[in-house]
């Protein structure tokens, strides 16, 4: 194994994807790991080479975005179809599960060799999305509500790192009782709706249907959501004005080059009383926005909780550890 080209740090990334509990990103790593051993005939160190991938902060986004590469050749022309129709075709969506029925670790090897530079291109430098619905069921579900869903009273939200409206479509299914709900992403959330697509639905949720709720979302954002377009370590001036009961960010502080700069931000956010979420890795012992860092680096899942004191400053006032990305359990 060739071990010069990056240091040998998304090598190592890729080498612990093969031990994944997804079947499918162990298979993706592998056939991504045997095209590297092809040395300059393969196209991983082409991308590898790419300005654009100067983007990313960390050899674990190097190491997705190749997977999403290879996610988006399988998925691209499915995703066309959904976006154009504004629904799911039933022979498109059956093409669609024969094909990832069939991606045992030979077809992976092979759809590996048929990355062209085009197909590549339109990923490279892209930001990572993963949005999912069950991460903004737990947060709202064990913690909103019980924090502040239970007098009844409309509740204003801002999601800071978030192109979809997922997490106001759960809220509204969870009964929070939501008047407004402001996601903020530098991503505009319609123009990259097949990339999004491509990067937030495991194909295991293709192929058991899960994945209908999600599109369900994309397509009907409910009359409370609203986008705006923007970066969270610098907010436009109409969102610095205390008007949010809480403000969530779930896994965007990771990629923040600032994410003091972004929490001090959020304090001008939030009303008086409100609410700070900060759901990332932290280092261990460490609940700062600072102490936040990238996914698979021995950090520990945590859901920090600050409550703006209306001075400029928040204080921690309780701390959850996840014990899945999903923030399904409690550890
Ligand atoms: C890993 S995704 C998380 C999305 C969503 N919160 C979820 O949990 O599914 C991180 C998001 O943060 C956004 N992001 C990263 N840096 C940002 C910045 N400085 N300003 C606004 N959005 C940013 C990315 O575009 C991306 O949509």
């Not at 691209?76 to 075709?89: A, D, M, P, T």
């Not at 923007?230 to 960010?249: C, H, M, Q, S």
């Not at 923040?256 to 932290?282: C, E, H, M, S």
Request: charged share 25%; net charge positive; hydrophobic share 40%.
């Amino acid at each position: 194994m060739t071990r010069d080209f990056w240091g040998g740090e998304v090598l190592e990334e890729l080498v612990s994807r093969t031990k994944h509990g997804d079947p499918y990103v162990r298979q993706i790593a592998r056939a991504l790991l045997g095209n590297v051993e092809k040395g300059s005939n393969g196209w991983v160190r082409r991308v590898m080479s790419l300005p654009e991938m100067n983007t990313y902060n960390s050899p674990f986004e190097k190491a997705l975005v190749l997977e999403k590469i290879m996610l988006h050749y399988i998925l691209y022309e499915f995703w066309e179809s959904v976006i154009h129709l504004g629904k799911v075709q039933r022979g498109e969506l059956a093409k669609v599960k024969s094909r990832i029925n069939e991606l045992d670790q030979p077809e992976w090897d092979k759809v590996a060799e048929q990355i062209t530079d085009d197909i590549y291109l339109r990923v490279a430098g892209r930001p990572i999305q993963t949005h999912r619905l069950k991460r903004y069921e737990s947060l709202i579900e064990k913690i909103v509500v019980p924090l502040l869903g239970k007098n009844g009273s409309e509740i204003v939200v801002a999601d800071a790192g978030s192109s979809s409206g997922a997490g106001s479509q759960v809220a509204r299914m969870q009964g929070l009782p939501l008047k407004k709900w402001v996601a903020v992403d530098m991503c505009d959330p319609k123009e990259n709706l097949s990339w999004v697509l491509t990067c937030s639905i495991r194909l295991g949720e293709i192929l058991d249907g899960r994945f209908r709720k999600i599109i369900k979302n994309m397509f009907n954002w409910p009359v409370e959501f609203q986008f705006v377009k923007g970066d969270i370590e610098n907010l436009p001036r109409k969102l610095l004005t205390g008007f949010a009961d809480v403000y969530l960010a779930v896994f965007s502080y990771y990629q923040l080059k600032n994410p003091k700069r972004a929490f001090g931000q959020a304090l001008k956010v939030v009303k008086t009383g409100g609410i700070i979420l900060l759901t990332d890795y932290f280092l261990p012992g460490k609940l700062t926005p600072e102490s936040v860092i990238t996914p698979g680096r021995g950090g520990l899942l945590t859901t920090g909780v600050w409550r703006s004191n209306g001075a400029g400053r928040a204080e921690l006032i309780t701390s959850y550890l996840w014990a899945d990305t999903d923030l399904s359990k409690f550890i």
